[in-house]
């Protein structure tokens, strides 16, 4: 479904990376991308974390989610071992985009939870889907995965679309008073592994 289409050198102040793009098969370029410490071309068990964007927690370094703790986590695994892949999804706000997202978060300050206020908008829960990040892992020629996530949906999406996942690996960050409401709903009402 899509292929590399460049390839760059990324140092960081995590370690050396690399930063690779992709088009689909006709040509588009995507938005998302992949990040890789080492060789991980036919490699087997390759640490591995599919995250999905997150303006708010990533960049600019919001507690109301574990987002950028998530991030940090795995950049440091995969600059650790020396080698790894995280596959960067532009999937913000589990695929309702930044302007809704903060929308859901204004229905939140006033007393909704992350589900609910995605259902009062008119969203399901949960709108992301991991056949992009499935064939992106593919065109990066891994062999398979060992997937850093808490979200046992990630996994099974992963696997619907071709990946082996030789086993998932918790990320679990320490809960803070900013997020843990959120932390809280997602184990009880989204199915993480928390
Ligand atoms: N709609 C919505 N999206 C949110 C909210 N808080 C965080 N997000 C988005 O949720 C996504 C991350 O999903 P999470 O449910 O935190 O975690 P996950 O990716 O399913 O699972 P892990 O692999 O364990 O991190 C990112 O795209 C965030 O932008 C929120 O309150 N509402
Ligand atoms: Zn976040």
New binding site residues.
Partial sequence: MVRVYARAKLPSRHGDLEIVSFTTRDGQRIDDIAIIAGDITGKSAVPT?????????DVFGSL????RD?LELAIDRICSEGVGLIVY?R??????GIA??VR??EL?DSGLD?LE??VHLG?D??L?SYEVAASMIQALEVDSVVL????P??VEGLQANGVEVERREA?ISESREENVH?LMT?KAK?G?IL
């Fill in positions: 974390r599919v995250h999905s964007e997150c303006l708010t927690g109301r989610c574990d987002c998530q999804m999937q913000e706000g589990r695929g309702i809704e997202k859901a978060y939140q992350t206020a995605n969203f829960g949960d992301r850093f996530t808490n979200n949906e990630k990320i959120y997602k989204m993480h």
